[in-house]
């Protein structure tokens, strides 16, 4: 029986260079997608699958993420003294318990393998998820996010998990490509990996996209690993290496995957989670006809 995963990763020491000049000042992290912080949104998605330990692996500049995890006196005595009972219950739903989060420092942009490399003192030697907190998620016709359905094909396969989606032939060369080993339906064997292939190269067009759930070995991996692509420690790198040991699982999310790294996706994000929001969605749908209209 596979050890249950309560601790999860998420990598938050980036720039934000592709959304410039908006986060010269703040963690793209913390732009909004209607009223909740990108992370947030992802950190609610960990939750929501049963992950009790959060780690966040920050840079410099970001204390305002840990400030967003933590206590607000002067705002919830606000709240308080002001009757807003529903807004104050909101922030309290929204706290993490005492101990659940942890920050530590990426002192360098050495990539995303080296982030979660920096975490490993904290994971321990048990299995954790990766959540890239760019890249956020509302649930498809199985009802769940992402993370949640990698957890369920863990509990299935035990393991290694990527969860993986489809994208159009002509833009695997953007993305980590796998390979389908043996395949049963929602989950699959993943037989190789490569990080993006040349054009007309690639094994498939099932693309790595952002939710992982890997056992503890993989930090020996990426302590003694050398430099990838662009010069960082790349994860995708580590994971082949651990796939000669140990075996790795594809999940086909059936939901929506929206990537706030970037300014259209940005958008699109905050369209597509509006439009989930009973107290939005009806007036914002009347609105986006308006617009429509005119294009």
């Known amino acids: 029986m596979s050890q249950r995963v309560r601790k999860a990763i998420f990598p938050v020491a980036g720039l934000g260079t592709?959304?410039?000049?908006?986060?010269?000042?703040?963690?793209?992290?913390?732009?909004?997608?209607v009223d909740r912080p990108v992370l947030q949104h992802a950190v609610d998605e960990a939750r929501e699958?049963?992950?009790?330990?959060?780690?966040?692996?920050?840079g410099r500049n970001k204390a305002v993420?840990?400030?967003?995890?933590?206590?607000?006196?002067?705002?919830?005595?606000?709240?308080?003294?002001?009757?807003?009972?529903?807004?104050?219950?909101?922030?309290?739903?929204?706290?993490?318990?005492?101990g659940a989060t942890s920050f530590t420092r990426q002192q360098a942009p050495l990539g995303l393998g080296h982030a979660v490399w920096?975490?490993?003192?904290?994971?321990?030697?048990?299995?954790?998820?990766v959540i890239l907190p760019d890249m956020i998620?509302?649930?498809?016709?199985?009802?769940?996010?992402?993370?949640?359905?990698?957890?369920?094909?863990?509990?299935?396969?035990?393991?290694?998990?990527?969860?993986?989606?489809?994208?159009?032939?002509?833009e695997t060369h953007l993305y980590g490509v796998v390979s389908v080993k043996q395949d049963f339906g929602a989950t699959f064997e993943i037989g190789g990996m490569v990080e993006k292939p040349a054009k007309g190269t690639a094994p498939s067009n099932l693309i790595i996209s952002g939710r992982y759930v890997l056992e503890p070995q993989i930090f020996g991996i990426l302590e003694?690993?050398?430099?990838?692509?662009?010069g960082e420690i790349q994860?995708?790198?580590?994971?082949k290496k651990l796939a000669d040991m140990q075996k790795f699982f594809g999940v086909r999310f059936d939901g929506r995957t929206c990537d706030t790294g970037s300014k259209l996706g940005f958008l699109l994000a905050n369209v597509h989670f509006a439009l989930e929001r009973e107290d939005i969605a009806p007036a914002f749908k009347a609105e986006l006809k308006k617009i429509a209209a005119k294009l």
């Not at 840990?66 to 003294?81: A, G, N, R, V, W």
């Not at 369920?152 to 035990?158: I, L």
């Open 118 to 129: 920096c975490a490993r003192d904290i994971i321990g030697d048990e299995p954790f998820a």
């Open 235 to 239: 994860l995708t790198d580590g994971m």
């Open 49 to 58: 699958a049963g992950i009790e330990h959060f780690v966040f692996v920050t």
């Open 65 to 98: 993420i840990e400030d967003h995890f933590d206590m607000s006196y002067e705002l919830e005595d606000t709240l308080q003294k002001r009757g807003k009972t529903k807004e104050y219950a909101a922030l309290m739903a929204d706290l993490p318990k005492a």
């Open 137 to 170: 998620t509302l649930p498809g016709a199985r009802k769940s996010r992402c993370i949640a359905q990698c957890l369920e094909a863990y509990e299935q396969h035990g393991g290694n998990i990527i969860a993986v989606e489809e994208v159009p032939e002509d």
């Open 224 to 230: 003694s690993l050398e430099k990838g692509a662009g």
């Open 18 to 33: 592709r959304v410039l000049p908006a986060t010269k000042a703040i963690p793209k992290e913390m732009l909004t997608v």
